[in-house]
């Protein structure tokens, strides 16, 4: 299950100072299952519903590769006590070499995918990296942690990048998020991956805090309220929202970098999720980048927008 670490902040029970955690980590036996289902949500009616049922489809097979998978090694303590020493992630994306668990996460799910519906693109994609050798697959894997996916190639990396947020997330589960420390703006204290989007939330008995959430390992972690998760900057910070939503989900945009992410506010709508209603408004994000603003977050499953 999710566990959480330390943070400041809120009023608990008869008048008792409940600090909101600083770090959550992910439940990966629930996590791509809860996914799935709210891409199948988000796709009734909506004008990329073929495309959300192809990444409910994925997320339901993140979720029942984990099945049969071998364990994974979670980092030494000492490995973790140096890191958090030098305020660093404890998981290595730079260093990263797919071992027996990371490689079999991404042969089953090879498997497990090829028999759901998907566009013939994304179908010559799959056979692609089922056909590729353990080199070149590592060469994609490196790509996906370096944020480095190649455009003419995205398709293939998606698939590659769902492995991997499937291994990373499994690696997350193990870590003590009491161990894990600030290592720097939009910087993932787990593995040192950039957030997907925000969310605004209430976790362990604390009041509404914002915590930004992990592309890769879905690690949370908690962010200052009002700042830009790109530039650290407080000033120049606005939150447009497409007119009638509920303002639910919004956009943070900069004004000094230029740049912007969207907040979920889960306090408001519980059952938002960071990828799939990140994908689900792409709408917010034509509009914001009418204004000129580039995207500052990552999601995966959006490259090709």
């Known amino acids: 299950m999710s566990d959480f670490g330390t943070g400041a902040g809120g009023v608990g029970e008869l008048g008792t100072i ?9 439940d990966p036996e629930t996590l791509f299952l809860r996914r799935s289902d709210r891409f ?56 990263f070499t797919p071992d027996a668990a990371c490689t079999a996460t991404l042969d089953r799910m090879l498997v497990l995918f090829s028999d759901c519906h998907m566009p013939d693109p994304a179908r010559a994609a799959l056979q692609h990296v089922a056909q590729a050798d353990p080199a070149s697959r590592t060469v994609m894997m490196r790509a ?12 293939e990396h998606v698939l590659v990048a769902a492995a991997l947020q499937v ?5 997350a589960a193990t870590l003590d998020p009491k161990a ?10 787990a593995c040192g991956g950039r957030p997907v989007a925000s969310v605004i939330d209430e976790i362990g008995g604390a009041n509404p805090a914002r915590y930004c959430v992990c592309s890769q390992c879905s690690t949370q972690w908690n962010y200052v309220r009002i700042r830009c998760t790109s530039c650290g900057s407080t000033k120049g910070i606005s939150y447009p929202e497409v007119e009638g939503s509920g303002g639910t ?25 960071p990828v799939a209603d990140d994908v689900a408004t792409l709408g917010l994000d034509l509009l914001v980048r009418e204004t000129g603003l580039k995207r500052g977050s990552l999601n995966p499953f959006m490259l090709s927008f």
Not at 42 to 47: I, R
Not at 72 to 89: D, G, I, S, W, Y
Not at 167 to 171: D, G, K, T, W
Not at 180 to 189: H, T
């Open 167 to 171: 291994h990373f997330a499994r690696l």
């Open 40 to 95: 199948r949500a988000l796709a009734d009616g909506h004008p990329l519903k073929p495309y959300l049922i192809f990444l409910a489809d994925l997320a339901s097979a993140q979720h029942w590769v984990q099945q049969e998978l071998p364990p994974v090694a979670p980092p030494e303590a000492e490995t973790v006590a140096r890191a958090r020493a030098h305020q660093m992630p404890p998981l290595d994306r730079e260093r």
């Open 249 to 273: 989900v919004k956009a943070e945009t900069c004004s000094e970098c230029g740049r912007y992410a969207k907040v979920l506010y889960r306090d408001k709508a519980p059952w938002l999720d």
């Open 144 to 155: 996906v942690l370096a944020d480095a996916i190649p455009v003419e190639a995205i398709a």
């Open 180 to 189: 894990l420390v600030q290592v720097g703006d939009a910087v993932c204290p």
């Open 18 to 26: 409940t600090a909101p955690p600083f770090a959550v980590r992910p």
